[in-house]
């Protein structure tokens, strides 16, 4: 590929002579690794024109690199970088001058810094990756997916691909969540009462958004998760953390002041702790009570391999007070960045308008591809293959646990694709997974789901949605054996 | 396809008999649409298993909705929802109980209602559509970017497709940007200082939120991009207005206690004026003397089929004070929704941590397919396609404004794809494209881009980035008798 002649720029700025100023450009570019070995400069004449400068300063300043064999020529198809050029390990643009920003006063509102489970991105290379969240390449159906994707990107969706829908969605992806996906949770809703969004953190960030200020709070659960917390922490809103047991959110902890409650009653994160109906009736009471507003995160509901699930808090709710979130990143993939908002008209003009301002729309391409990919059956077939899968796995984890004595602090009564691990007192879960990097083996330290001051360090999530069953015995035998070591 | 046996449900709080309750739910569910003629229903087994009821209660309710034509059976295939059920015209579900939430205590903060300017979505039906911002179908290279995602697709590219990226973007596209991209507009960056948006409307709020309190002070141009100062007004700070002229902003109307200056210094939106560099030094020098930030929103730069553009404010930046926003919304398509900002590190982290709370990152299918597209020529060989189409367009344009003696009060002297026109006064360009959508014409009132109470009523904006070069005499002739119509 040629170097474009518009990536040249000539500083106004700029000290020496014209000649000079064209060979330091390009010298610069091949340093700096913007221009690579046997890429073709433009024509003399080309970069003269668009430079503004005779031909004969571009000739002369291309001869010059050609003697210092930055440039190579290939007789009348013109110069190239040449082969004996220095060649910069990886692209690293030039030190700047020192900037005089203060950048301590400039910025407003920090965001970064928080209290984030970071992932490692090598993931993929550990053997015994022991990780949540993440795509399984043996369980998703990339060949499906892909089949829809080219469909979506044809002549007949051109309009789905490249128009800008404003504030809209694809009214094809919504009408399959309101017919078939929101009906398996015992959610009927009009297509005006669903926004999909950028996956369900898009949507509890929306959500927090319309229903909190600095005079409302919130109720999240204690250990929950972190993202939520995280984000919670950097509106102008109070917080009450709520411990929860092992059925979740109790009901009655909810203090009177509440406005609005986030609960994951499927699956509580990180306590895979699902809420019994009872319960949730009593939460639905209790939010009537005080008249607070409910956000349902009911991320993993299709993994129920073990039990149907309870119906949703939503289906239960005749007040309208259950704001429904809802993704497919654990069902299909977290990279589609795809979920849902599911709540009464007034809530979802507002947070529509504040999704418009914010990014206008999650891109059609993508919308239409899921709505393929659903209406065709195969999400179904998925769930079912990444259920069974998933169900194999959790024999193989509750078995391996049982034979090595290690303890299991919430299980999922109705499937998931995690445990929460509780390490004997005394052991840190952040240090023994970091003793476990050397045998390949990787945790998720649960010190970050906790709020308040004193965090407990034992406890540990195992995931087993990215982890091949046959590994899970030896990876559960490494963690016994690095639990073992420590002094407690 | 069948219909999923997980779309069917008990509701625990249910009247009659668990036979009449699973006929009232198929039956509903094929007044309500969500279950379609022909579609199968579940053996009596599976349903039976699924809602733990004896198989004997579903097929006395198959049985009886065969007998009331709600079904049909194929003798050992199974039940159908029957030709002859009942059909509804589209999907609407159940009216439900009033709900008694108060929704207008329950939102704390409003976003709706906000001055908008609203795009008809059935815009490509109009024969003169002089609409702004939309993709031609015969501009956009379909073909390539079809290739560059199937190729994104493939299994090599698969954690692309399905990684949660976490605060990440796709290295192969902030490579190109840093590369290709940035050096366009005189500017250097390294990866750690651009962050891939949802746009450029995403990048302008990311930078929003970062930079402003409600101590702080943003300047914007008057008139300026709408869903700008829409946004703006919904965030905790103070806004300045500020009148711009044939040249841009003009730097010495920026206030001593202003903050962050948003400005779109290539083509002023809507005015299409582009800054002279003069002019540019100086909002620099000034930005300094106050010690201000400065957004500068590139969006439209690669359309300079006039003459080159200027250099960036970015480049011409040496205190680091300049945030970058670019976008492939006006060279690619807006739907594809791929924008991105540069700055200082600090300053990038900020956002990234923002970004990661928000919405975790832009879909990273979309990130890989830019980068084949943009690394493969294709994006360079599509904007020289785009800007001969548009430099046409524009020739039509401005002969046939003449010829109708129509006044232009802004052309982007170095291209662009719209212009600013104003009517005769007393003329309302809102009642004006009102009763242009008789004749199949779009135009753009321009209101929604003044702030302030006395906002000027005749001006509007003419998009030719979507209405084909044949159709512009016709559809300027048609502005100009709509326009002698008004009584002024």
Known sequence: MGIAVDTFFLKPDAQGTLQAQIQQMIAEG????????????????????HLGVSRITVTLAYTELLSN?????????????SENAPVPPSYAPPERAEETVDWGRAIARRYSGGDMLLKPHDWRDYSYPFIYGQTDPTLFDHANWRLCAVRALGQKDFASLTADYADQDDPLLIEFIARHTLPRRGITARPQEILITLGAQNALWLAAQVLLNHRRRAAIENPGYYALSEMLRRLPCQITPLNVDADGLPPD???DETDVIFTSPSHQSPTTATMPLERRRNLLARAHEIDAMIVEDDYDFEMAFAGAPSPSLKSLDTDGRVIYVGSFSKSLSPGLRIGYIVGSEPFIREVRALRMLTLRHPPGHIQRTAAYFLSLGHYDTQIRRVSAALKQRREAMEKAIAEHGLTIAGRGVYGGSSLWMKAPEGVDSYELSRRLIDRSVLIEPGKVFFSGPD?????YRLGYSSIARDKVATGIR???????????
């Open 30 to 49: 091949i340093l700096l690794g913007r221009f690579r070995v046997g890429e073709k400069l433009p024509s003399s004449r080309k970069l003269a024109e």
């Open 69 to 81: 064999d930055y440039l190579t020529s290939r007789g009348r198809s013109g110069y190239f970088v």
């Open 478 to 488: 490494y963690i016994a054996e690095a639990t073992e070591l420590f002094d407690f």
């Open 253 to 255: 902890l909810v203090p």
């Open 455 to 459: 965090e407990p360090t034992e406890y």
